[in-house]
C-alpha cells in the first residue's frame, strides 16, 4: 500500500467507463503519474471541477500494486481562470500542457519541468501578459533544460557574429548568410528571440503582437516538434482559429 | 479458448465504450443462456437501428430515414434561438429539462486540441450556416463544463459574434438541493461570476 501525496498540474484526462477518469498529473517530486478519479464526471462530484485540465492541485493518490493510481482526495491551488475564459489562452496552455505530457517521464522526478510548467500556466493566466510568445518561450526553455537549446548569439555552425539570417535546429540554431540552412528570419525576429532567450523573457511577453513574434512563434513550434520527433495535435487542431 | 463464435461476440463487446473483457465475456454468457427468439430482436434491433437512423439534414441529431427529426419538423419551435450541445443525449437532457422551447444543433463532439480534434471534425460549418440568413437572432451554448466544453463555446463565440445578435453561454454552479458546503472552488467560482439580480 502506497500513499503519494504531492503538488501537481492535470496534463490529461481521459473519460473511463460511466462517470470517471483516467487523469495524467505531473507532481513536483514524484515525475508524471497516472490516476483514476471516480465519479468526477457526474454533476455533482464533490473534486471533479478541481480536477479539470491545467488546473494545479494538491492531490492525494493510492497507488497499489497496479500502475495506476487512485484519486483520494484533491484540493485546487490555482484554477486559473483567466485561461478558461480566453480561447487563445486556453488553446496555448494546451500545447504547453501536449509538450510537457512529452517530456515528462513516468515516476521521475523533474522539479525544473515542474516549475516550468507552473510558471508557464501562470503567465497564461496573467491578463497583463500577451499570450502570443509564452509557449513558445516554455518550448525554448524545454530544449535548453535538455541541453537541445538553440545558439542564438553567433551562427551555429561557423561562430561568425552574423548578421544571422536563418534557423535551424538540427544545425544547431541561427546561422549566417554562408551557413543559410532551414527556416529564413528576420534581423527583428533574431533580435526578439535573443531577448526572450536572454533574460527580458516577462518584458518581451508585455510587448503587443508583432510580425517578428509570430515568425518565433513558427520558429519555437517547428523546433520542438523537430525535438520531440512528432507533430503538436493542438497546433495542428488550432491553426484555424 | 471458446469457440469461435462465442470468442468473435466477446471480442465484439468488448470493443464498446466501458466494456471490458469480463463484462464482454459475461453479457456474451447472458446471449448465449437466452432464448433464440429473444436473442434475435437483440440482433434485429442493432440492424434496424443502423439503417434507419440518420442525421437531421438541418440540426444534425438523430432522425429516421432521411427525414426532419421531431423538434425540427415541429412548427411551434421557435426558430430564431438554437441551444447548440455536443451529443444528442445532451439534447435529450436539456429536452427533460422542459425550459427550452427553440431548435437545437448537435456538435457531435467537443473540440479538444490535445485529442487533434479541431473544428472540421465538428458539425460546425452546418450550424454557420444555419445563422446566415438573419433568422436565428440567439445562439445558447450549452457545452459541457470541463475544458473541451470551454473550448468549444470559446471558439462558437468567436466565429459566431459577428453573424448573431446574441449569442449565450448556459450558466455553471451549484446543482440544485447540493449544499454549498460541497462545491468545489471552481463551480462555486463560477456561480459567483455568472450571479444576478434577485427580484423579490
Known amino acids: 500500500m502506497r500513499q503519494l501525496d504531492d503538488e501537481a498540474v492535470v496534463l490529461r484526462s481521459y473519460p473511463l467507463g460511466e462517470a470517471d477518469r483516467i487523469l495524467v498529473f505531473l507532481t513536483a517530486n514524484h515525475g508524471k503519474v497516472r490516476a483514476v478519479a471516480k465519479g468526477v464526471r457526474r454533476a455533482k462530484s464533490k473534486f471533479g471541477g478541481r480536477l479539470e485540465i491545467s488546473n494545479r492541485v494538491h492531490v492525494n493518490l493510492y497507488r497499489g500494486a497496479k500502475e495506476l493510481g487512485v484519486v483520494q482526495q484533491a484540493d485546487l491551488l490555482d484554477g486559473h481562470p483567466t485561461i478558461r475564459t480566453d480561447l487563445d489562452r486556453l488553446t496555448g496552455a494546451m500545447a504547453v500542457l501536449e509538450v510537457t505530457d512529452q517530456l515528462a517521464q513516468n515516476d521521475l522526478p523533474d522539479p525544473r519541468l515542474y516549475q516550468m510548467l507552473v510558471g508557464c500556466l501562470e503567465s497564461y493566466d496573467d491578463p497583463s501578459m500577451v499570450p502570443t510568445l509564452i509557449g513558445p518561450a516554455f518550448f525554448f526553455k524545454a530544449l535548453v533544460a535538455d541541453g537541445m537549446g538553440p545558439e542564438i548569439e553567433v551562427c551555429a555552425r561557423c561562430g561568425n557574429a552574423g548578421p544571422l539570417v536563418a534557423f535551424a535546429l538540427l544545425e544547431g540554431g541561427l546561422l549566417c548568410d554562408g551557413c543559410r540552412r532551414g527556416r529564413s528570419v528576420s534581423i527583428d525576429a533574431v533580435h526578439l528571440l535573443q531577448r526572450m532567450l536572454g533574460g527580458h523573457l516577462r518584458s518581451v511577453l508585455h510587448e503587443p503582437d508583432s510580425l517578428a513574434g509570430s515568425e518565433v512563434a513558427a520558429l519555437a513550434a517547428e523546433a520542438i516538434e523537430g525535438a520531440l520527433d512528432r507533430r503538436l495535435k493542438t497546433l495542428r487542431s488550432t491553426t484555424n482559429f | ?200
Open chain 2, 1 to 200: 479458448m471458446y469457440p469461435g463464435p462465442l470468442r468473435n461476440l466477446i471480442d465484439e463487446f468488448a470493443r464498446l465504450p466501458g466494456i471490458g473483457p469480463k463484462n464482454a465475456a459475461r453479457l456474451a454468457f447472458f446471449l448465449l443462456r437466452t432464448p433464440r427468439d429473444e436473442a434475435e430482436r437483440l440482433s434485429s434491433a442493432i440492424r434496424e437501428m443502423k439503417e434507419r437512423t440518420t442525421f437531421c439534414p438541418i440540426c444534425c441529431s438523430v432522425a429516421e430515414g432521411g427525414q426532419l427529426c421531431p423538434i425540427c419538423a415541429d412548427d411551434r419551435r421557435d426558430p430564431s434561438v438554437i441551444c447548440v450541445v455536443q451529443d444528442p443525449r445532451d439534447l435529450m437532457v436539456v429536452e427533460r429539462s422542459g425550459s427550452f422551447a427553440g431548435r437545437y444543433h448537435v456538435l457531435h463532439g467537443g473540440l479538444s486540441p490535445l485529442e487533434g480534434i479541431g473544428p472540421e471534425q465538428l458539425k460546425i460549418a452546418e450550424l454557420e450556416a444555419r445563422v446566415q440568413d438573419g433568422v436565428v437572432t440567439e445562439v445558447i451554448l450549452c457545452t459541457n463544463p470541463n475544458v473541451e466544453g470551454d473550448t468549444t463555446a470559446l471558439y462558437l463565440s468567436r466565429l459566431l459574434r459577428p453573424k448573431v445578435a446574441k449569442v449565450t453561454k448556459i450558466a455553471a454552479g451549484v446543482p440544485v438541493g447540493g449544499d454549498l458546503e460541497y462545491a468545489d472552488e471552481m463551480t462555486l467560482g463560477r456561480a459567483l461570476e455568472g450571479r444576478r439580480d434577485l427580484e423579490a
